[in-house]
């Protein structure tokens, strides 16, 4: 007779990994709204606009040539040319294209450049509030994740005299993140300034995640990649998903010091072997096409933005700060008397919004929610009317 395994025994590290809150709040919702209500998405971070039609064309174009089979582990040679000269033409580095790593997505480079860097009694910085896979990423690799407070009073940005107490001997990475998810704060160029001088200092690397470099309302992007000598220490995560509308293709890219490029190509080829050929195809199209429909829709990210600010304004107990950059509200509702997930839990069942807690992106997160704009006008008005209903 055969035995049959009912339970298995994970290794350690798996209660180290976490998980990203959106989905499992988006997974609520849709049961929800399988069961008959009437639910609005504020909960999910990706741009609610379709793939522009030159991009699909030509990954069927790619597809119908042939482009179904294995390419380099870092990416095909024209793509990674591509986001070289792209990255030039917009004014954001002058890199060689041997320097460009291609993933599936932009988790990948978070994965390959927090297991390459860092280890069992290393540090890694992050910002908190936060993008959760740096600090689950960090634990999952056996470091020591230590947040970097991001606090309203400092617009949501690193404090840079903060930043410098909280870096020891053991420090290995730091991680920042602008236009930042979940606040829409953006670094300043003083910012960047001293953040480069900190990691100079203390030989510190760092990855800086710029995937809503594009999404910003007013001022011009900054990077520390702009200050010398840092794109020796940086490693610049990007991709298409929020820039291009193309989250569901999964394209992301790496651009990393000399160093660090091949123990990153050797992570690739031990983990997804390599990015799929016809969607690179597309990838180029994208950042060689026409950028219209980038501006198109930032101009309507703005609009909504003016819209959820104002509206969450005029709520009692609640106040929010005007985001700089990214698709996201970050109000502060401690106001209303109620947890962030007790609130967020609150929305999704009795108002029908679904929202994710502030502290799904740090202990810090307590007291705010984060509204996704990433919706129709017409959308959020509605939920801003049953965000209103729900706490007065």
Sequence with gaps: MIAVMTAFRLAERMGRLGTESAFEVLARA????????????????????????????????????????????PGIPALREAVAAFLERTGRMRVAPDRVVVTPGAKPIMFFTILALAGPGDEVLYPDPGFPMYESITAFAGATPVPVPLRESNGFRIDTAE????????????????????CGSALTREDCAAIAEIAHRHDIAVLSDEVYWAI????EHASVLDVDGMADRTILLDGWSKTYAMTGWRLGFGV???????????LAINSVSCTSAF???AAIAALDGPQDGVGEMVAEFRRRRDVIVAGLNDIPGISCAEPQGAFYAFPDITGTGLAAADLQDRLLREAGVAALPGTAFGPNGEGFLRLSYANSVPNIRSALAAIKSAVT
């Design 216 to 219: 910003r309302y007013g001022q």
């Design 279 to 281: 969607s690179q195809y």
């Design 256 to 266: 990393f010091p000399p160093a660090l490029v091949e123990p990153v190509t050797r």
């Design 163 to 182: 930043l410098e107490r909280l870096v020891t001997p053991r420090t290995r990475l730091l991680i920042i993140n602008s236009p930042h998810n979940p």
């Design 30 to 73: 849709r049961a929800l709204e399988a069961a008959g209500a009437a639910i609005i998405h504020l909960e999910i971070g990706e741009p609610d606009f379709p793939t522009a039609g030159h991009i699909c064309a030509a990954a069927v174009e790619a597809l119908q040539a042939g482009q179904t089979h294995y390419v380099p582990a």
